[in-house]
């Protein structure tokens, strides 16, 4: 089975610019997560979905980024404008519905903010 | 403030001796703990979890042991390997309102010398 994929691996942008990331989930997995990784803060869940449904939209996260889950196998989080303290990996993870299951997460994305 | 905290941000244990990973957390309300496993440009796997309603599980060289009036748990890794050098991460939930997201810890580098 597949795991977790993420695309790009790796995104440079401009102060600004808007950029979307894609992630598609596990078959079958109905909870899906959103995360920032930085040597700083660590992991940051940026969003959380279950069953395509918004379950927490990051509190301090909200105002430029946007996650959006359209059908259970594809999920976009949309960065609008970019600045250069969003350069880290952003990480996707998903999981089985029904009570806390593993996160399986994808290879993640590096991005860049220049 | 941080929900979930690893005070100590590294640990070097000689080969064959014992790893002890540590974690406290703040929220009363966390019932289930976990460990992830993160290779150096690799994304985070679980290694064991455990539900509040128990003190303690093992898994061949891992035990997680909870301790729930100190708000702590952690991870003895008996026998330490080479291979097991890693960042662990410890994560905390809580299931209220059927919400499965976690909250992460910034990591421990654990290195296990020959």
């Known amino acids: 089975d597949a795991g977790v994929t993420q695309t790009p691996r790796h995104e440079v942008a401009e102060k600004g610019q808007t950029i979307i990331l894609k992630c598609e989930p596990v078959?079958?997995?109905?909870?899906l997560f959103w995360y920032r990784q930085t040597k700083i803060q660590g992991l940051e869940l940026l969003s959380y979905?279950?069953?395509?449904?918004?379950?927490?939209d990051g509190g301090a996260f909200k105002d430029r980024f946007k996650a959006e889950m359209l059908n259970s196998s594809f999920s976009t989080l949309k960065i609008q404008p970019t600045e250069p303290k969003d350069s880290a990996v952003y990480l996707c993870?998903?999981?089985?519905?029904?009570?806390?299951?593993?996160?399986?997460f994808g290879p993640g994305t590096r991005l860049t903010v220049l | 403030g941080q929900q979930v905290k690893q005070s100590s941000p590294s640990l070097t244990v000689q080969e064959g001796g014992i790893s002890i990973l540590n974690c406290d957390y703040e929220?009363?309300?966390?019932?289930?703990f976990a460990w992830y496993k993160k290779y150096p440009d690799n994304s985070p796997t679980l290694l064991i979890s455990?539900?509040?309603?128990?003190d303690k599980r093992e898994d061949g060289r891992l035990t997680v042991f909870l301790n729930k009036s100190g708000k702590h748990f952690s991870l003895h890794i008996t026998a330490s390997q080479p291979e097991d050098t890693a960042v662990y991460l410890c994560?905390?939930?809580?299931?209220?309102?059927?919400?499965?997201?976690?909250?992460f810890g910034k990591g421990t580098l654990l290195t296990v010398t020959p």
């Open positions: 078959s079958g997995h109905n909870d």
């Open positions: 929220n009363d309300m966390f019932d289930y």
């Open positions: 994560a905390a939930g809580d299931s209220g309102g059927s919400n499965y997201k976690l909250t």
């Open positions: 979905f279950r069953s395509k449904s918004l379950m927490e």
């Open positions: 993870a998903s999981s089985y519905w029904g009570g806390y299951a593993e996160q399986f």
């Open positions: 455990v539900r509040s309603n128990v």
